[in-house]
Structure formats: structure tokens, C-alpha cells
């Protein structure tokens, strides 16, 4: 029964000090990283519209035109690392009230977001509009984690 007890005391003794130890970090990131193919570049108003895909989900990428003369210039065809953060909340409120959620298909939505004076929607086949850390313009940036 000594030992028992003892082999608890340790074993709690020994996940007390391993939850110290792991760092708590206080900061969250809304972005995500993605690898995806760059497949039409457009523009609206003062607005590059990146298209781009990777396997799963083709995005817009918006950003905001500056003249930059020394860059890494993006290139349709080409597959760039983006780190991107989407421009809609993840779920959608209905109603008056805020609590109220309804089950809907977000793929059949067309949805908006209004940058300045500027509207993007999605359209079939892209389902999301995103910002990137990494565009400056139509230069890309390598960003370190």
C-alpha cells in the first residue's frame, strides 16, 4: 500500500512539473500558411486581386497597390508559401439576436467585404478572401515564422 501511494505522489509530483514548464503564450494568430498556385492576378480600383489555389480551396488574396521597384514580382503559374488571414468572421450570425446561429452551407453563399471604398465578393469556386503579410503590392516577401 506504501508503494502504492508513493507511485501516485511521483507520477502527480512528476505532470505538476511538466505542466510548469510549457511556455503559455497569450498570443493568437488568426493566420494560416498555405502553398498554393498562383493561377490570375487582377485588379480593382487601388486593389491587386491575387487568385490563387492550393489543393483544397482556391482563395482571393487582396492587397493594396504601392509602386515597389525592387521585388520579388509574383508570377502567374508559379506556387508561392502565403501566410493569410480571411477577411470573414467563421461563423455567420442571423437575426437581431447575436446568439442565433443557423446550419447553412457557406459554399452556396456569395459573401463581401468592403475594403475603403472598394466591394469583394466571392464568386463560384473561390470561398474565401484573405489578406497576406506576405504582398506588398504585386512583390512577395518571405516572412520568418
Known amino acids: 500500500m506504501k508503494r502504492f501511494i508513493a507511485l501516485i505522489l511521483i507520477l502527480i509530483s512528476c505532470k505538476g512539473t511538466q505542466l510548469d514548464n510549457e511556455p503559455k ?5 488568426f493566420f494560416k500558411e498555405i502553398n498554393a498556385k498562383v493561377y490570375k492576378i487582377d485588379s480593382i480600383r487601388d486593389y491587386y486581386v491575387i487568385y490563387a489555389s492550393n489543393e483544397r480551396i482556391n482563395y482571393k488574396i487582396i492587397s493594396k497597390k504601392v509602386n515597389e521597384q525592387f521585388c520579388e514580382e509574383l508570377k502567374e503559374n ?3 508559401n502565403f501566410k493569410v488571414k480571411s477577411l470573414f468572421l467563421e461563423k455567420i450570425k442571423l437575426g437581431n439576436d447575436s446568439d442565433s446561429l443557423q ?3 457557406y459554399l452556396d453563399i456569395t459573401r463581401c467585404v468592403v475594403k475603403v471604398d472598394t466591394e469583394f465578393c466571392t464568386e463560384p469556386g473561390v470561398i474565401d478572401i484573405c489578406e497576406s503579410p ?3 503590392g ?5 516572412i520568418a515564422n
Open 25 to 29: 503564450s497569450q498570443k493568437v494568430d
Open 78 to 80: 508559379s506556387f508561392y
Open 103 to 105: 446550419a447553412i452551407n
Open 134 to 136: 506576405n504582398m506588398l
Open 138 to 142: 504585386l512583390c512577395y516577401r518571405k
